[in-house]
């Protein structure tokens, strides 16, 4: 469960920006968008939407947490000259010369942790890790360039400092060597399910994995796909020969033998096929990818990791979630999120958008909602406007919206649309 995220000189975010998770002081849809955790007194938000114009830099924000979770993950295995992929602010030269900031407080196994670090493309400049197990917040490392300073707690990284590069971080080394504390948040960053608006098609074949694997997965994922009128009746996991028959049987036997062996699996809907008088005579079974339209694609491939988030209460974060879809099928999936029915294990969503049409709806509180904005000297910054301002719950959110009080807007110069005068 994420507690707060943090982001500084990175992309288009020149100062350190923060999108929070813990609830104001409101009482908007307090069943529905807010959990109690184990941890103390701590309640948490069923997640959040970043509402931004193009080129705002919204997208930007789940970029840096995909950064984030790479860099946990693989940095202990890059070679000992390889540079570090980060990208600092551009459009200020000071922030050249300054590391990039990232910095997550999350709860696991109902104790919450701090972890950050600033990097170079060169190198680790800081890295630091803490975390409460009750009221009080305690220190496990600290880390200074080549200098690493570890708490008694932490004692599964001693052996390990000499072997942490400058390139690497030390959380992700010690996990490498099974550090227990470090295995488990690398394993938190693992879970993190992150998806792209170019790359959600990509999720399909760890979908079509599970499906096959797990009876309770597939019946859910049909429910979810169900939830809506997509045009078919069902959908169906199929095994498909890599090679046609046509051209298999044109083959030697030897080699046939061993290509007919060889499946992959394809999603097939099934439409229903009628005669003249309306009568149903057979199912036909369409392919996913290449004869369903692209929303379709889209809201399937989101359904499985959709599934798996619920399921197994990891956090979903979604580039352009209404990309491809219709507002009404946006809004569905958010109520989903909420419903303590749907959604037992308290997995948060997290996402981008250009529609706010939802804000209309108010199927989110007013603390879940964020605004971003690019200045004139293109930095990004994310705002909880509506709380900042003190907004009503009984204003009209999306008329505001629209009528830029909330920032977020594109800046349309409508003197200038007469393109050919």
């Known amino acids: 469960m994420i507690i707060s995220f943090r982001v500084g000189n990175y992309l288009s975010f020149k100062e350190k920006n923060d999108l929070m998770f813990t609830p104001k002081s409101i009482r908007d849809n307090q069943d529905e968008c807010v959990f109690k955790t184990k941890h103390t007194s701590?309640?948490?938000?069923?997640?959040?939407?970043i509402i931004g114009a193009n080129a705002s830099g919204k997208s930007n924000i789940l970029k840096a947490l995909a950064f984030m979770r790479n860099l946990v993950l693989n940095s202990w295995h890059t070679g000992a000259n390889d540079s570090i992929d980060v990208e600092q602010f551009k459009l200020n030269p000071k922030n050249l010369d300054l590391p990039s900031y990232f910095e997550i407080e999350f709860l696991?196994?109902?104790?919450?942790?701090?972890?950050?670090?600033?990097?170079?493309?060169?190198?680790?400049?800081?890295?630091?890790?803490?975390?409460?197990?009750?009221?009080?917040e305690k220190r496990l490392f600290e880390r200074k360039q080549k200098m690493i300073f570890e708490d008694k707690l932490y004692n599964e990284g001693l052996k390990?400092?000499?072997?942490?590069?400058?390139?690497?971080?030390?959380?992700?080394?010690?996990?490498?060597?099974?550090?227990q504390i470090s295995l488990q948040i690398r394993k938190w960053f693992k879970d993190l399910v992150i998806i792209s608006d170019t790359n959600y098609a990509d999720t399909l074949p760890a979908t079509f994995s599970r499906t096959t694997k797990n009876s309770e997965f597939k019946?859910?994922?049909?429910?979810?796909?169900?939830?809506?009128?997509?045009?078919?009746?069902?959908?169906?996991?199929?095994?498909?020969?890599?090679?046609?028959?046509?051209i298999l049987n044109l083959l030697p036997e030897n080699v046939k033998k061993q290509l007919k062996n060889q499946q992959q699996l394809q999603?097939?809907?099934?439409?229903?096929?009628?005669?003249?008088?309306?009568n149903t005579i057979e199912n036909v079974y369409f392919d996913l990818m290449k004869e369903e339209s692209q929303g379709t694609i889209k809201y399937i491939s989101l359904a499985g990791p959709i599934v798996e988030c619920l399921m197994e209460g990891k956090p979903?974060?979604?580039d352009e979630l209404d990309s491809r879809l219709h507002p009404h099928l946006s809004s569905a999936i958010l109520k989903i999120f909420n419903s303590k029915n749907e959604n037992p294990n308290n997995s948060q969503i997290i996402f981008t958008t250009h529609n706010h049409n939802f804000l209309e709806e108010k199927i989110l509180r007013r603390d879940q909602v964020f605004f971003m904005e690019k200045n004139i000297r293109g930095e990004t910054t994310l705002n909880d406007f509506l709380i900042r301002k003190k907004v009503r719950n009984d204003a009209s959110y999306k008329?505001?919206?629209?009528?830029?009080?909330?920032?977020?807007?594109?800046?349309?110069?409508?003197d200038q649309l007469s393109l050919f005068n």
């Open 160 to 179: 390990y400092k000499s072997q942490t590069r400058e390139n690497a971080l030390y959380l992700s080394t010690v996990a490498q060597y099974n550090g």
């Open 108 to 136: 696991i196994n109902d104790i919450i942790f701090r972890y950050g670090f600033e990097v170079f493309k060169t190198h680790i400049e800081k890295e630091w890790l803490y975390y409460k197990p009750k009221k009080t």
């Open 42 to 49: 701590l309640k948490l938000l069923k997640g959040g939407a």
């Open 219 to 246: 019946n859910y994922l049909k429910k979810i796909v169900n939830l809506v009128d997509l045009g078919f009746e069902d959908i169906e996991i199929i095994p498909v020969s890599v090679v046609e028959d046509k």
């Open 316 to 318: 979903l974060l979604i």
């Open 267 to 278: 999603f097939k809907t099934i439409h229903k096929r009628y005669d003249s008088s309306g």
């Open 399 to 414: 008329k505001d919206y629209d009528l830029g009080k909330y920032g977020g807007n594109p800046k349309i110069k409508a």
